[in-house]
């Protein structure tokens, strides 16, 4: 079970494809949304985001996660 602060961040980094922008948007320093990110996909089992040179793209699971984190928000 994820919590609201980690879904929360996961819909940011979907939305601006950049972890230092999602955490401002959460309010939490780049290194904590890291670190939270790193924790949700230990969870999950599976990376979340693929890491591009222009930024974060979700992966199919990642994709599935937004999908369940938007509904559940």
């Known amino acids: ?37 790193a924790e949700v996909e230990r969870l999950v089992g599976a990376p979340l985001f693929l890491r591009q040179p222009k930024g974060l793209e979700p992966t199919e699971i990642g994709q599935t996660v937004l999908r369940r984190a938007n509904v559940i928000l």
């Open 1 to 37: 079970m994820l919590k609201p602060a980690q879904l929360r961040l996961i819909q940011q980094i979907a939305e601006h494809g950049q972890l230092q922008l999602a955490a401002e948007c959460v309010g939490m320093t780049q290194p904590a949304a890291s670190r939270m990110l």
